[in-house]
């Protein structure tokens, strides 16, 4: 159905034009639930050039498609190229709405799993903190949205503590035995092997 209405929609309206590259997103929507990488991906390429042409500047569905391909290239593994997507989508949301909004928070969470993916709990951390209190401000605090944030932010935490735990301490860290400690301990097994000595 998707495939069809591009196709229709492609008909219709010649060269650039919004739902053309509405008909775009969604099958590479649709390609992508259905693990279809290779195919979403030049769909979404499609849709974003042809957003940014549309609509020069700041606009929502231009940032919905950084989103969209961002996500792609996460899931695809490929960390490095969804980074600078998902920024230029945060900063452009911060643009577009100023103070507290949805797709702010919403933007705000998808950097900080990218980060949390990569290892980077301390850039990580903020982002989920200022997305859960957005969350709470625009949705309510038991909205799905602003429970699926809380939980990430316990999630980030737990694993940061964990990996403190499983952290050698750094060798000038270590705390080593004093002089006198080592010196009675050597004092109290010569006197331990002398009561050997006496009572056998």
Same mark, same amino acid.
């Given at each position: *159905?998707?495939?069809?209405?591009?196709?229709?929609?492609? &008909?219709?309206?010649?060269?650039?034009?919004?739902?053309?590259? *509405?008909?775009?997103?969604?099958?590479?929507?649709?390609? @992508?639930?259905? /693990?279809?990488?290779?195919?979403?991906?030049?769909?979404?390429?499609?849709?974003?050039?042809?957003?940014?042409?549309?609509?020069? /500047?700041?606009?929502?569905?231009?940032?919905?498609?950084?989103?969209?391909?961002?996500?792609?290239?996460?899931?695809?593994?490929?960390?490095?190229?969804?980074?600078?997507?998902?920024?230029?989508?945060?900063?452009?949301?911060?643009?577009?709405?100023?103070?507290?909004?949805?797709?702010?928070?919403?933007?705000?969470?998808?950097?900080?799993?990218?980060?949390?993916?990569?290892?980077?709990?301390?850039?990580?951390?903020?982002?989920?903190?200022?997305?859960?209190? *957005?969350?709470?401000?625009?949705? /309510?605090?038991?909205?799905?949205?602003?429970?699926?944030? @809380?939980?990430?932010?316990?999630?980030? &935490?737990?694993?940061?503590?964990?990996?403190?735990?499983?952290?050698?301490?750094?060798?000038?860290?270590? &705390?080593?035995?004093?002089?006198?400690?080592?010196?009675?301990? &050597?004092?109290?097994?010569?006197?331990? @092997?002398?009561m050997r000595l006496v009572f056998y």
């Amino acid at each position: *159905m998707y495939e069809q209405a591009l196709e229709m929609k492609q &008909r219709l309206f010649e060269g650039d034009h919004p739902d053309v590259a *509405m008909s775009l997103n969604n099958l590479a929507g649709l390609y @992508r639930s259905q /693990g279809r990488l290779s195919e979403a991906e030049p769909l979404y390429g499609q849709a974003l050039e042809m957003r940014q042409r549309l609509f020069e /500047g700041d606009h929502p569905h231009v940032a919905t498609s950084l989103n969209n391909l961002a996500a792609l290239y996460e899931s695809q593994g490929r960390l490095s190229e969804a980074e600078p997507l998902y920024g230029q989508a945060l900063a452009m949301y911060q643009r577009l709405f100023e103070g507290d909004h949805p797709d702010v928070a919403g933007s705000l969470n998808n950097l900080a799993l990218l980060y949390k993916s990569q290892g980077r709990y301390s850039e990580a951390e903020p982002l989920y903190g200022q997305a859960l209190a *957005m969350c709470e401000r625009t949705l /309510g605090t038991n909205h799905p949205n602003t429970q699926t944030t @809380r939980e990430n932010i316990a999630l980030l &935490r737990q694993q940061m503590q964990q990996t403190e735990r499983s952290t050698p301490p750094h060798p000038h860290l270590v &705390r080593r035995p004093s002089l006198f400690h080592r010196l009675w301990q &050597r004092i109290k097994r010569f006197i331990r @092997r002398l009561m050997r000595l006496v009572f056998y």
